[in-house]
Structures are given as C-alpha cells and as structure tokens.
C-alpha cells in the first residue's frame, strides 16, 4: 500500500509509515502533527497524534498486526486485488478522506 510516512516535529523520522494514528490504547510515543480530516464530506485541517516506532520492521508488524487482529479490517485482509483491499481499508473507517482508496497506488 501507498501510504505516507510521518515525520516527527523537530523533523525525525517516526517509521511510522502507514499514517497510523495513536489511539488511547497505544502506549508508545507518539508525534503530532497537522493532518487533513473530513467531516461530512468538507476537509478540515487538525492536530492529531500518531504512532512514532524506532524501526520500519516495527512500523510494518504493528500494522499488520493491526489489519490482522481487528475484526473491522477483515475485508482488508481477505480482498482477491490490491483495488478492493484499498477500497475496504476506506469501508472499514481507516481514513476520513472520501477518496482515500482512490489515491493509493495499487
């Protein structure tokens, strides 16, 4: 998947190449930046906290422990093309941005 990698605020590298986000049960360190959400279809800039991993082998297991482990991904980690993974990671509320499938490369 074509996702963005975030950059921490004094401009280190986060590894966090997946653009995940650090919700309440994340407890390692985290970065926060200014990221685009949508709410009802309009794009609003906002501060929000991500997830900041020392390595890209971290990043990448946190993730697919992530697409493996929660249910809501499910159609993620069954889809038959890279298209309809892209497409269910959007159905499943990984992003806000209406045309999140759209804009990874698959």
Same mark, same amino acid.
């Given at each position: 998947?074509?996702?963005?990698?975030?950059?921490?605020?004094?401009?280190?590298? &986060?590894?966090?190449?997946?653009?995940?986000?650090? &919700?309440?049960?994340?407890?390692?360190?985290?970065?926060?930046?200014?990221?685009?959400?949508? /709410?009802?279809? /309009?794009?609003?800039?906002?501060?929000?906290?991500?997830? $900041?991993?020392? &390595?890209?082998? /971290?990043?990448?297991?946190?993730? $697919?422990?992530?697409?493996?482990?929660?249910?809501?991904?499910?159609?993620?980690?069954?889809?038959? &093309?890279? /298209?309809?993974?892209?497409?269910?990671?959007?159905?499943?509320?990984?992003?806000?941005?209406?045309?999140?499938?759209?804009?990874?490369?698959?």
């Amino acid at each position: 998947m074509g996702q963005r990698q975030i950059r921490r605020e004094n401009g280190e590298p &986060s590894y966090n190449l997946f653009g995940v986000k650090a &919700s309440g049960n994340w407890k390692g360190p985290v970065t926060e930046i200014t990221t685009t959400e949508y /709410e009802n279809g /309009e794009a609003k800039k906002v501060k929000a906290k991500f997830r $900041v991993y020392s &390595s890209y082998l /971290e990043a990448l297991s946190d993730y $697919v422990g992530l697409l493996t482990r929660n249910p809501r991904y499910a159609a993620v980690t069954t889809a038959a &093309s890279a /298209e309809q993974g892209a497409q269910a990671l959007q159905d499943a509320g990984y992003a806000t941005d209406p045309h999140y499938a759209r804009k990874l490369p698959t």
